[in-house]
């Protein structure tokens, strides 16, 4: 990664040269503060053993000359990546970038409120935001932000990542230093490193299972796109632990796995996979479904197949979207507005150097009780 528009060889002086051996490191702290004042280093300055080659000094000499600019702020140091010029001590751009998925997802997709409330908070504090949706391709999502890297095109970057085996955002929002917050999904092993702002999958699993189950049903299926635990996205394995906590709580065995295997099969016409499907949900009386879109395929088919909702089979799914309440789906309503609101808040504060402490925020969801789970009283 380049880390200076000019070269650093034509503006060193020959600190060797001065006699002065106590004041070296001095000398060179000074010529790296005015580059980095006038600029020349953009994010991240060349290696000690480069300036060491280049100001004609030892190593330790140039460590002490960086140390001093660490200690007035002007440098921060990462272990295993390098330094950096504070974040304080960039020309701000005043644009923030989002670089987000799952906004494809059809019937009504919900996800723009997630975008409206990243605007609204950007523009209350200034910013503009440059969008740059990957809609779960992982190539498109690096290509993204290697351009928005490559350009310096915003002071901080949401990220809404792929799935955990192809993603690479984090990586390369990582080793080039940029603030960013990762929104939405966030895989186990990087929970520990990232600042993140995502719903709470879990009280929301737990949400609807629990509704059901105060229902009165104690046979509840719960259906995903994967084929088992285990194997399925961060998302749908976070819903079946809250799934699994509501049956604890209440004395009882969880009830099944189901993938819903129309959306794996690669056969032209459906039908066969779906009364396939259709007959595995004999015996039970309930359904969770990890997200709108399965609850309401599964809605229309049930209906079809002469099953009267919810008489013989309640049905709660995930996202609410806008088509659920034109279904009558009851759902789990993630916060997103919200969610993007409070992103851009952290990013800011990353920005101004504030974040210190990992920001690790889970939005509470809450139950939207419609005609798929309860008959109007």
Not at 162 to 175: G, P
Not at 301 to 319: S, T
Not at 343 to 351: K, Q, Y
Request: charged share 30%.
């Amino acid at each position: 990664m380049p880390t200076s528009r000019a070269s650093t060889k034509k503006n060193a002086r020959p600190v060797a040269a001065t006699g002065a051996v106590a004041r070296k490191h001095h000398l060179i702290s000074e010529q790296l503060r005015g580059r980095i004042e006038k600029g020349e280093y953009d994010e991240q300055i060349p290696g000690q053993r480069v300036l060491a080659d280049e100001f004609g000094v030892n190593f330790l000499t140039v460590r002490k000359a960086i140390n001093t600019l660490v200690k007035d702020g002007l440098l921060t140091k990462h272990p295993g990546k390098g330094t950096f010029v504070t974040r304080l001590k960039r020309e701000r751009t005043f644009n923030l970038a989002a670089v987000l998925g799952g906004l494809s997802y059809g019937f009504g997709g919900q996800h723009s409120k997630l975008i409206q409330g990243i605007q609204e908070e950007a523009a209350r504090h200034k910013y503009d935001l440059i969008y740059r949706p990957h809609l779960g391709d992982p190539q498109v999502e690096q290509q993204a932000i290697e351009d928005i890297l490559a350009r310096r095109k915003c002071d901080g970057v949401l990220v809404w990542p792929t799935r955990r085996e192809s993603s690479r955002a984090i990586s390369l929002l990582q080793r080039h230093g940029i603030p960013f917050v990762v929104v939405m999904r966030v895989d186990p092993e990087s929970r520990d490193q990232v600042h993140y702002v995502i719903d709470d999958d879990v009280e929301g699993g737990y949400l609807a299972t629990k509704h059901l189950l105060d229902l009165g049903h104690r046979k509840i299926g719960f259906v995903a796109r994967a084929a088992r635990e285990g194997q399925g996205e961060i998302f749908e394995e976070e819903r079946w632990l809250g799934f699994v906590k509501a049956h604890k709580e209440a004395g009882l065995k969880p009830g099944p796995w189901l993938q819903a295997d129309w959306l794996a099969s690669g056969e032209a016409d459906h039908k066969p996979v779906s009364r396939r499907f259709l007959a595995r949900l004999e015996g039970l009386s309930g359904l969770f479904c990890v997200t709108d879109r399965l609850a309401l395929h599964i809605l229309g088919m049930v209906r079809a197949a002469g099953r009267v909702v919810p008489d013989e089979l309640a049905i709660v799914g995930y996202d609410d979207l806008d088509a659920a309440a034109l279904f009558d789906l009851s759902t789990i309503h993630q916060p997103l507005e919200e969610i993007g609101a409070e992103a851009v808040r952290v990013l800011l504060g990353e920005i101004d150097g504030e974040g210190r402490t990992l920001a690790r925020k889970k939005l509470v969801p809450r139950l939207v009780v419609r005609g798929s789970s309860q008959r109007p009283v």
